[in-house]
């Protein structure tokens, strides 16, 4: 069993930045695969940066060049820095991790960007 405690969210203008952060415990050794999902009011939830150890990482498109996701294993913490954020990344911001897939969620920690 995996927790994942997320953090970091809050209330920001267009164009400012936020740090979230995402705390594992539990048994660690085989989650190969974290990232960040996010969920906006009638949407449908969608990746939004995927750290793969060993492969890399990758990013949607429209946040490419403006969100970083870095993981550190000493710590147990995944992290996504977000910078130029706009209204359109407004939303419930999950961390996910497992093996190969997504099978143990976070809460979520909110975002919110006003225009």
């Known amino acids: 069993q995996v927790l994942l405690v997320e953090s970091g969210g809050g209330l920001v203008q267009a164009g400012e930045s936020l740090t979230l952060s995402c705390i594992a415990s539990?048994?660690?050794?085989?989650?190969?695969?974290m990232g960040w999902y996010r969920q906006a009011p009638g949407k449908q939830r969608e990746l939004v940066a995927q750290?793969?150890?060993?492969?890399?990482?990758n990013y949607r498109e429209s946040v490419k060049g403006r969100f970083t996701i870095s993981r550190d294993d000493a710590k147990n913490g995944l992290y996504l820095q977000m910078d130029d954020l706009n209204v359109e990344d407004t939303g419930l911001y999950l961390c996910?991790?497992?093996?190969?897939?997504?099978?143990?969620w976070g809460q979520g920690t909110q975002v919110t960007v006003s225009s």
């Open positions: 750290h793969l150890r060993g492969i890399g990482t």
């Open positions: 996910a991790a497992g093996e190969i897939t997504a099978d143990y």
């Open positions: 539990g048994s660690l050794d085989n989650i190969n695969a």
